[in-house]
């Protein structure tokens, strides 16, 4: 690697990886390369060559830019698929389980679980995606969903089992400190950063 791609590499540092980015870091070193030959043909030494060159070229803030801009769409584009796949996908796995539940057991009701365990899968993607697209923190939001998801299962096992003893409200309590943490955490963080502004 000669000086003028380590140079080009490290403009282009933290955009992340495409053909696009390839294609464009390959033209503008080509075209780096032929200016040193130009500017040494006239008698520069290869250093001035380069250094003048590269001087030269010009600010590509905006070039990042829209670099950095069409990865962050493709990507959001595919985490969309992935979501769109676990929706689908969960939709399929549930419907085959009511299906067995209530063909083949239809006195008792236990597609519950599988469904409680399936549904963490388009959640989870739906909140990747989510961040990913906001660039937003989603902890809080994806912990007090998790925790209406867990309790719905107990209340679900309670009332379904034993109806003359409420004994759901004991899981509830433990499960409740994972969003009141989360809860406690993004005003952490919310402060830091305004103490950060205000200085």
Request: proline share 4%; hydrophobic share 45%.
């Amino acid at each position: 690697m000669n000086d003028i791609e380590m140079q080009i590499n490290r403009l282009f540092e933290g955009i992340p990886e495409s053909n696009r980015k390839e294609e464009i870091k390959q033209e503008i070193t080509q075209n780096l390369n032929e200016k040193v030959s130009d500017l040494m043909s006239n008698g520069q030494s290869r250093e001035e060559a380069v250094k003048m060159a590269i001087d030269n070229f010009g600010d590509i803030e905006d070039l990042k830019q829209e670099l950095a801009s069409s990865a962050k769409l493709v990507k959001s584009k595919r985490i969309g698929l992935s979501l769109a796949f676990s929706v689908w996908g969960s939709i399929l796995i549930i419907a085959l389980f009511l299906f067995i539940n209530f063909y083949y057991t239809p006195d008792v009701i236990w597609f519950v679980y599988p469904t409680f365990a399936v549904v963490w899968w388009p959640m989870t993607m739906f909140f990747h995606w989510f961040h990913n697209k906001n660039d937003r923190p989603v902890g809080l939001a994806y912990s007090v969903c998790s925790y209406v998801l867990i309790i719905g299962l107990v209340l679900f096992i309670n009332m379904y089992y034993t109806p003359g003893i409420i004994w759901c409200v004991y899981p509830a309590f433990a499960v409740i400190w994972w969003p009141l943490a989360m809860f406690f955490h993004s005003l952490r963080q919310k402060s830091r950063k305004d103490e950060g502004i205000d200085d």
